[in-house]
């Protein structure tokens, strides 16, 4: 079992839907982080969350400790937030990935 | 501030040669990272530097890798007598600080082992 698990893998979406994103994951952390990677390869970091909530635009993003469980939100997606999110922890000094999770918004 | 920056973008060899990836971090970034990347799946985590002196090795990282950092700036990651299963995407992030400080990620350079 991953130490980072993200659900779905896949997502197709229409211009204007709202959009969840899941992380779970099994380790100790300090921080979590949602990254957002475009086609060849480019990451660029969204959020870092120790708890609560952030919103920045349309994104959100909500951690709960105790369940050792995040959220990333889009509102009122659009065809360019197609791209691959990742979550990733912060365990002891680096970083552990999920496996990310392929967004397609539709026009 | 040109961010972080990785050459060449894309490599391709023969296997069994050696390749040498190149990093230059953000300028007064103290820490660097090393990730591997295969298709589909996320990065995974090679080995970090603290100014020169390298703090963590994966044991993924075998002893065909090595990875110095040799006057705490610019970076570099070697593989020696390279096998069709180091294809992938290497990636390279600075941050300023230790700790959960935010890391910037360079465009990769993408190794292709024929």
Redesign the interface.
Same mark, same amino acid.
């Given at each position: 079992k991953n130490e980072?698990e993200q659900s779905p893998q896949n997502l197709t979406a229409q211009e204007g839907e709202f959009i969840t994103i899941n992380c779970s994951y099994s380790v100790g952390i300090?921080?979590l982080?949602w990254?957002q990677q475009h086609p060849?390869?480019?990451?660029?970091?969204l959020f870092?969350l120790?708890s609560g909530k952030k919103k920045h635009g349309r994104l959100i993003a909500t951690i709960n400790i105790q369940e050792k469980h995040s959220s990333l939100h889009i509102t009122a997606s659009h065809p360019r937030d197609s791209a691959v999110y990742?979550c990733?922890v912060?365990n002891t000094?680096?970083?552990?990935?999920?496996?990310?999770t392929r967004l397609q918004v539709f026009p | 501030d040109t961010g972080v920056s990785q050459n060449p973008r894309h490599k391709i060899t023969k296997r069994g040669q050696n390749v040498t990836f190149r990093c230059d971090p953000i300028s007064e970034h103290n820490r660097l990272?090393w990730?591997r990347?295969t298709l589909?799946?996320?990065?995974?985590?090679l080995t &970090?530097f603290q100014n020169e002196a390298q703090?963590?090795k994966s044991r993924l990282l075998s002893d065909r890798f090595s990875a110095e950092r040799p006057k705490g700036s610019f970076s570099t990651l070697e593989i020696q007598r390279t096998e069709q299963g180091d294809s992938a995407?290497y990636?390279c992030?600075s941050s300023l600080l230790?700790?959960?400080d935010?890391? &910037?990620?360079g465009?990769?350079t993408?190794l292709t082992v024929l």
């Open positions: 980072v300090s921080a982080h990254l060849g390869g480019g990451i660029v970091s870092m120790s990742i990733a912060h000094d680096k970083l552990i990935f999920g496996t990310g | 990272y990730y990347q589909g799946q996320g990065p995974e985590f &970090y703090l963590e995407m990636l992030a230790a700790g959960t935010t890391q &910037y990620f465009p990769g993408r």
